[in-house]
């Protein structure tokens, strides 16, 4: 038998409608509301254990006292799979089923599922944190929401083979992954399949469609006289390292990134340093580091009294074949070094 | 320009007296065959081995794949690379069907090379798992790189260009089964009904990123990096003028078999008089240099224009880096008015939640994905490794690792493996055999 815990809000919970909306945090033992559905649509092998009720305003302006009261009644409790909702087209009680599963995932590790209308604002919201359904509008398809749920909870529970998120009906979290077409069709007549299309005008769809940029704005230019006052740093994915590769930091695919102390060098010398980076041809940046680090150049800047000095530290890793993921998490890790040691001028260098 | 391939369908392959093909079964003389590996004094060490679909054999390091054919009527396979230069795409040729040379290396591999196991749950990952293969194994002195993740595999891959064809010399004066035939008339001379129907264009970007001369695919025997985009027939490409080159990870890569091949123009060809009207190839290239990749795009898009065609498909090798090229390529037809449709791979990474392609463009509208190049694969052991299984952990190859802290190697002491797609050999298959596609989840 396995266990499940549903939230809903202060409506579905049977408190009371807008007036109620204030209503804390509680915990009952059994089936209120949709609770009773799920437990119908889980069948036989679940039990729905408890249902918990919060009123949407508790939640939307005391946030993290109804998480933290929440968390603590299903302290000690055992349950395999959260749910939430469905919050249909309900702003405030989309945003609360996300913020209540984004939680009780963190903590207990258990998956989570809710189901939201696609104009509720709670999917972009939360899509990327978790299963949310595409639900009706409204309460009237209550059944149906509900019915989506414990379905996807049973595969998910028994291991099964799990669909893509447009085959399974829940909002796709942004993970793509390969997958074998069954029946095969090959990449030649899916091309003219799509180029006939195209080219008479009808509807397609782009096995890669095109998410919005994630680009990071252009700080504003430093002014010399401030430029001349303070410490530049040098940040590369080109992978120069001290020859022997210290930090182990990967060719390819890199997680790992290293911070070298230059603050005793004019010049990072043949031998002394090269490149780890698989991705081109490291001729060049192994016979002089500085193409790529270009510490002899800051060095002469620094005489010049253009810049106010070179930062002790440059930091490295390796682009190629890196993650976007990798890349934001290792970026925000070296630049948090950065600030923390009062460094406000980079020179981020790739290859 | 008219190609006939006169094909041969190999049954099977087996060792004996003489080098032969008779009702479907060759016979290789090994030792004949092992002379002609040997003419390059740099190769040390060479062996032949046999595979077949199904059998529970690992292959690693792969570092090229090639149909063994003949030119009938003389000259070289390979115009330019095997001989002397002449014109590809217009005459006879017979080849050897459903079967492969395939060049391992002994020991030492590098970022460029994959793996192809012949059976059991890891056969799928492969094209050359579904073939008859030939497989020279073999090593060399070159010195100079054998510690190198980057490795021009020159004299390995020359090697397997000599046995493809010292194999298919073997058909030559024999009548194929089945004849192909490849004919486009001149772009200005085609009927008024083919001129009535969407002109489509394919834009090749072959593998080009390297600087130094010796790693990249070779168009005629000439270096990709030095050329700018040029107008080919699709039949040069079909008859040996395409080379592939020793750099990029593996499963991206284009084998010079995959050229032979290029299922994307066999399509194409199909579709030409009836729902099309196939222009030709642009041949492109995928430099590192971000004034050469806005040189290239801006040629591919002239010629598509001066062509007149109304739509293009580009398809690169490779991924990362060249995604730049690939979205410029797109971007700069879609902006001259050409309807574009992308084929390529993706890179999202082993939690699928990174951005699929370096470069992205919202013009890019239309794309056909053949995978993920960092898919993590977990086989079990094989019975039999032909080359070298420490290779795919200690020598840098694309998808394998000596340590990782949550996975440890990539070759564990069972001979069980785990790796990323990425050293799959030619895995992705963007060509246009792939049936795998990207998902959302």
């Known amino acids: 038998m396995k266990k499940a815990i549903l939230y809903i809000n202060q409506f579905f919970g049977q408190i ?34 408890h249902t918990i009720i ?67 604002p709670g999917v972009e919201m939360f899509k990327k944190d978790m299963y949310i359904f595409k639900g009706g509008a409204s309460a009237a398809s209550m059944r149906k929401d509900v019915a989506a749920m414990a379905k996807f909870a049973i595969k998910l529970m028994n291991g099964e083979e799990l669909l893509s998120a447009e085959e399974e009906g829940y909002f796709g979290r942004g993970i793509r992954k390969q997958v074998y077409l069954n029946p095969p069709v090959n990449a030649a007549d899916r091309v003219i399949n799509m180029l006939l299309k195209k080219i008479r005008g009808e509807k397609f769809q782009s096995e890669l469609p095109i998410p919005p940029s994630d680009l990071v704005p252009i700080a504003p230019a430093i002014s010399p006289d401030e430029l001349s006052k303070i410490k530049v740093a040098m940040v590369t994915s080109g992978g120069i390292v001290p020859v022997g590769n210290p930090d182990r930091i990967q060719s390819a695919s890199a997680t790992k990134w290293g911070k070298y102390d230059i603050s005793e060098l004019d010049d990072l010398v043949e031998g002394e340093y090269m490149t780890i980076h698989a991705g081109f041809d490291p001729a060049a940046a192994n016979a002089d580091p500085d193409v790529i680090v270009p510490l002899d ?17 440059f930091y490295a890793t390796v682009g190629t074949g890196t993650t976007q993921a990798e890349a934001a998490r290792m970026g925000r890790e070296i630049a948090a070094e950065l600030v923390a040691d009062g460094v406000k001028a980079v020179i981020l260098t790739s290859t | 320009m008219r190609l ?27 030792e004949e065959a092992l002379g002609v590996v040997f003419e390059d004094e740099h190769i040390t060490e060479a062996d032949l081995h046999i595979v077949k679909p199904g059998d529970m054999v690992r292959l690693v390091p792969v570092k090229e794949a090639i149909e063994a054919r003949c030119r009938v009527g003389g000259g070289p396979v390979f115009p330019g690379v095997t001989g002397e230069l002449m014109q590809a795409g217009d005459g006879k040729i017979h080849a050897l069907k459903d079967s492969s040379i395939l060049v391992v290396g002994r020991h030492w591999g590098g970022f460029q090379d994959g793996l192809i196991d012949m059976g059991g749950e890891g056969a799928k990952y492969t094209y050359f798992s579904q073939l008859k293969n030939l497989v020279l194994v073999a090593d060399t002195d070159e010195d100079f790189e054998k510690r190198e993740q980057q490795k021009k595999n020159h004299a390995l891959r020359w090697a397997g260009m000599r046995l493809a064809e010292y194999v298919g010399k073997c058909v030559e004066n024999l009548e194929p ?46 270096d990709c990096n030095r050329m700018l985009p040029t107008f080919m027939h699709p039949n040069e490409v079909l008859d040996g003028a395409m080379i592939s080159g020793s750099f990029m990870p593996c499963s991206s890569k284009w084998s010079t078999y995959d050229f032979q091949n290029f299922p994307m123009i066999k399509r194409l060809y199909q579709e030409h008089g009836k729902t099309i009207n196939f222009l030709g190839v642009i041949m492109s290239n995928l430099n590192v240099a971000l004034e050469q990749k806005q040189r290239a795009a801006l040629f591919v898009a002239q010629m598509a224009k001066s062509l007149g065609a109304d739509s293009a498909i580009v398809a690169e090798e490779g991924y990362g880096n060249p995604d730049a090229d690939f979205i410029a390529c797109i971007v700069a037809l879609e902006d001259a008015g050409v309807k574009t449709i992308g084929l390529t791979n993706e890179c999202t990474g082993r939690d699928g939640a990174s951005q699929p392609l370096v470069a992205l463009d919202e013009k890019a509208n239309a794309i056909v994905s053949c995978g993920n190049v960092s898919e993590l694969i977990e086989l079990p052991p094989m019975e039999t490794v032909i080359g070298e299984l420490e290779s795919l952990a200690r020598d840098g190859l694309s998808g394998g690792w000596s340590n990782d802290a949550i996975l440890g190697p990539s070759v ?30």
């Not at chain 1, 800047?301 to 530290?313: L, P, T």
């Not at chain 2, 006939?4 to 090994?30: P, Q, R, S, W």
């Not at chain 2, 493996?417 to 895995?427: L, P, S, T």
Request: aromatic share 10%; proline share 3%; hydrophobic share 35%.
């Open chain 1, 16 to 49: 009371g409608g807008e007036e109620m909306a204030d209503h804390a945090p509680e915990i009952r033992e059994g089936l209120v509301g949709p609770a009773m559905e799920l437990q119908k649509q889980l069948g036989d092998e679940y039990q729905v254990t």
């Open chain 1, 54 to 120: 919060c009123g949407d305003n508790f939640m939307g302006s005391r946030q993290e006292e109804a998480i933290k009261t929440i968390l603590g009644f299903l302290e000690g409790k055992e349950f395999d799979i959260f749910f939430a909702g469905p919050a249909f087209r309900a702003g405030r009680y989309g945003s609360a089923c996300g913020n209540i599963c984004k939680a009780v995932k963190e903590k207990f590790n258990v998956p989570v599922i809710t189901s939201m209308n696609e104009e509720n």
């Open chain 1, 297 to 313: 150049a800051l060095r002469a800047y620094e005489k010049e009294g253009k810049i106010g000095g070179v930062y002790k530290y």
């Open chain 2, 4 to 30: 006939e391939i006169g094909n041969f369908y190999v049954k099977d392959i087996v060792f004996g007296a003489k080098t032969e093909f008779k009702d479907g079964l060759l016979t290789i003389n090994k």
């Open chain 2, 177 to 222: 089964e089945e004849t192909e035939v490849y004919e486009l008339e001149p772009v200005t001379k085609r009927s008024a009904e083919v001129n009535a129907l969407p002109s489509v264009v394919l834009v090749l970007q072959p593998q080009s990123q390297m600087e130094e001369l010796g790693y990249n695919d070779l168009a005629y025997g000439w």
């Open chain 2, 412 to 441: 564990r002491e069972d001979g069980s493996i785990i790796m990323e797609n990425n050293a799959m050999f030619c895995g992705d298959m963007v060509v246009g055999w792939s049936t795998k596609t990207m998902k959302e989840f």
